[in-house]
């Protein structure tokens, strides 16, 4: 069973960054959109950034120009690029990737902004 293992959380202060990656434990065939999602304490999971197979991106208009999503398809890793922390950026993140017949989810970790 292929798992997502994700790193790079951590404590950070406001106005700074932090990459998160998220590795695939093999190969997820047909890959249609990889994602990142995240959870804050006593709220619902939301969508922070998506990219196509092909390469398109589409971000929550709450973290537009300061976060990046990327992949490495040939090493099944994605990443989340954070610029510009806030303290609302605070939450458990979790890595996504839908091959059409079923969803992946990573264990989740948690970025902490905060001075």
């Known amino acids: 069973q292929v798992q997502l293992v994700e790193s790079g959380g951590g404590l950070v202060q406001p106005g700074g960054s932090l990459r998160l990656s998220c590795a695939a434990s093999?190969?997820?065939?047909?890959?249609?959109?990889r994602a990142w999602y995240r959870q804050a304490a006593g709220k619902q999971r939301e969508l922070v950034a998506t990219?196509?197979?092909?390469?398109?991106?589409n971000y929550a208009d709450s973290v537009k120009g300061r976060f990046t999503i990327s992949r490495d398809a040939a090493k099944n890793t994605q990443f989340l690029q954070m610029n510009s922390l806030k303290p609302e950026d605070t939450a458990v993140y979790y890595c996504?990737?839908?091959?059409?017949?079923?969803?992946?989810w990573g264990q989740g970790t948690q970025v902490t902004v905060s001075s």
């Open positions: 996504n990737v839908d091959s059409g017949l079923r969803a992946y």
């Open positions: 990219i196509t197979s092909g390469g398109s991106t």
């Open positions: 093999g190969t997820i065939f047909r890959i249609k959109t």
